[in-house]
């Protein structure tokens, strides 16, 4: 009974070990950027989905307004992508107190393009070139993955702000 116990353990952990480093593998450039794609094209879903009259709504004082959560996705994607990811001098911008709906979708789209564009032009060498983010030292590499993230994270708050105002947000595509 003690060997099976041992045996049991030994295969269980043997396996916990072969998905942890199944896990950490890295996706491709190419399968990186459809999921990138998507991100985009979700983003802009969600902005659809709000009616006008929500387009200023906060969950709390303190907090980003709807549109300021969509519009902090693009410019993050910007300005990371410029500063960190070696992207050209000119980025797109937008008022945000005096855009429309189109003009921010407009723009949201514009910074995905933008960092799609940068994120090509990366030579392999330059994706695994590390330097300091933030007070991290990482490659730009991970920095492309924390932009999904970031992306995704304030998504995620855009997608309640619709449900707290009785929208049905769109169906997650997760390819």
């Known amino acids: ?8 353990a030994a295969t269980f952990s043997a396996v916990l070990m072969l998905f942890g480093a199944y896990s950490h593998a890295q996706t491709t450039k190419e399968e ?3 999921k990138w794609e998507n991100s985009k094209k979700f983003t802009l879903d969600v902005l659809a ?3 006008d009259s929500g387009m200023d709504y906060k969950t709390d004082p303190g907090a980003m307004s709807f549109k300021e959560q969509i519009h902090h996705i693009a410019t993050s ?8 990811l070696k992207g050209a001098e000119a980025v797109p911008t937008l008022d945000l ?6 003009a921010l979708a407009s ?7 933008y960092g799609t564009a940068t994120m090509k032009a990366l030579s392999d060498a330059d994706a695994a070139e590390k330097l300091d983010v933030f007070g991290n030292y990482v490659s730009r ?4 993955a924390v932009l999904m993230d970031h992306s995704t994270h304030h998504r ?4 309640a702000y619709l449900r707290a105002n009785g929208v049905e947000p769109p169906a997650f595509v997760g390819f």
Do not use: E, H, W
């Open 77 to 84: 994607i910007a300005g990371i992508s410029k500063n960190y």
């Open 141 to 144: 590499r991970q920095v492309m």
């Open 107 to 113: 723009y949201v789209a514009n910074c995905y393009d």
């Open 49 to 51: 989905k709000m009616p």
């Open 156 to 159: 995620g708050s855009a997608i």
């Open 32 to 34: 990186f950027l459809s």
């Open 1 to 8: 009974m003690k060997t099976m116990k041992l045996t049991l």
């Open 97 to 102: 107190k005096t855009a429309d709906r189109a």
